[in-house]
């Protein structure tokens, strides 16, 4: 990303801080991890990382826009705040029980992600679904076949009502 996708982001979150409410499939599937490390990617408002402090673990809450981890910044002791372009940024390995990544796609993450669980740590994992090649998109069972060393624990595609993107995939997978 780049400043201007900064600017975008920023100005998105000025607007509208978007929904709250933490996503469902973190809400289904958060206590198969030990409680301990989280990492939230791109985690916009926050909604998951309080979500998940809230249940005990300590969360590392990433995201680009200065005005999103403006909001996050000193809300909950167990929520660290980094403010950074993830196109650049490294995932150390063997770091967390759980990693959830929600609406956010950056296919350089993929191994890093891998690598960054800890033994039976668990990864949920939810994005857009692209038909037309989108960049931003997901093509049919990428997740599936990206995430393929881990046991996956549930997989869907479903319909989606975002304009762009009509599908979503869901995945929620542990490392063995």
């Known amino acids: 990303m780049t400043d201007q996708d900064r600017k975008k982001w920023d100005t998105r979150y000025k607007n509208d801080m978007g929904d709250f409410a933490p996503s469902s499939i973190l809400t289904q599937y958060w206590q198969l991890a030990s409680c301990g490390s989280a990492l939230d990617i791109a985690c ?5 990382s309080f979500f998940l402090a809230e249940k005990g673990f300590t969360v590392e809450a990433v995201d680009i826009s200065t005005v999103a981890t403006g909001h996050l910044n000193d809300k909950h002791p167990g929520i660290h705040v980094i403010c950074q372009d993830l196109d650049t940024w490294k995932i150390s390995p ?4 759980l990693i959830v990544n ?3 796609l950056d296919r350089r ?3 890093m992600i891998e690598r960054a ?3 039976d740590g668990v990864l949920i994992f939810e994005s857009f679904i692209s038909q037309n090649a989108h960049p931003y ?3 049919s069972n990428e997740l599936l076949h990206a995430f393929q060393k881990l046991r ?3 997989y869907e595609e479903k319909p989606n009502d975002h304009e762009e993107f009509n599908q979503i995939a869901s995945l929620v997978a542990v490392k063995q």
Do not use: C, E, Q, S
């Open 44 to 48: 916009g408002n926050g909604r998951n």
């Open 102 to 104: 929600v609406h956010f």
């Open 117 to 119: 669980l800890k033994p």
């Open 94 to 97: 063997n770091r967390y029980d």
């Open 109 to 111: 993450l993929f191994p």
């Open 152 to 154: 996956i624990i549930y």
């Open 137 to 139: 998109g997901l093509r």
